[in-house]
């Protein structure tokens, strides 16, 4: 994750976090506080609000349903931790982000559940996946 700080520093990539993240974010004031100064996602056009030329994105699909079938397809009901996952995706995909970044690797990442998210257009990486991708892509060190 250092390696993908660094390169945020250096303007080689945006970070950005949904509101969920910030919702169940816990641990060492100092780290509440750098994840609150990690952007957050663009909010979503609203017809009527938002105005072209404006900060705001056009939504993209809500797969809400289809991510939570894909993330606990054998869950009947979600808990919270469960809810928020399917959240953070989801909000990931309706404001058209490039790659969806996570150390969460059994909710988002194993069972095939990586694969099957990238073939609906959804890129999951841990911090080293994209380290070592970006570092073979671009020649990033």
């Known amino acids: 994750m250092n390696t993908i ?3 945020a520093s250096a303007g080689l990539l945006d970070l950005q976090r949904s509101d969920t993240f ?18 957050p996602f663009p909010r979503l056009a609203t017809f ?14 809500d797969l809400g349903l289809e991510i939570r079938d894909i993330l606990f397809p ?17 909000q990931h995909v309706r404001t058209g982000l ?5 150390k969460n690797v059994n909710d988002f990442i194993r069972g095939g559940k990586q694969e099957v998210l990238r073939k609906r257009g959804i890129w999951v990486y841990t911090p ?14």
Do not use: C, M
Request: proline fraction near 3%; hydrophobic fraction near 40%.
């Open 5 to 7: 700080e660094r390169w």
């Open 22 to 39: 910030l919702k169940e974010f816990s641990g060492p004031k100092t780290h509440v506080d750098k994840a609150k100064n990690i952007d």
């Open 48 to 61: 009527g609000v938002s105005i072209f030329g404006g900060d705001d994105v056009l939504a993209g699909p």
């Open 74 to 90: 054998t869950v009947a009901h979600l808990n919270s931790n469960q809810q928020n996952d399917v959240e953070h995706l989801q």
């Open 98 to 102: 490039d790659v969806f970044l996570t």
């Open 128 to 141: 080293d996946e994209l380290v070592a991708r970006l570092g073979v892509l671009y020649g990033w060190k």
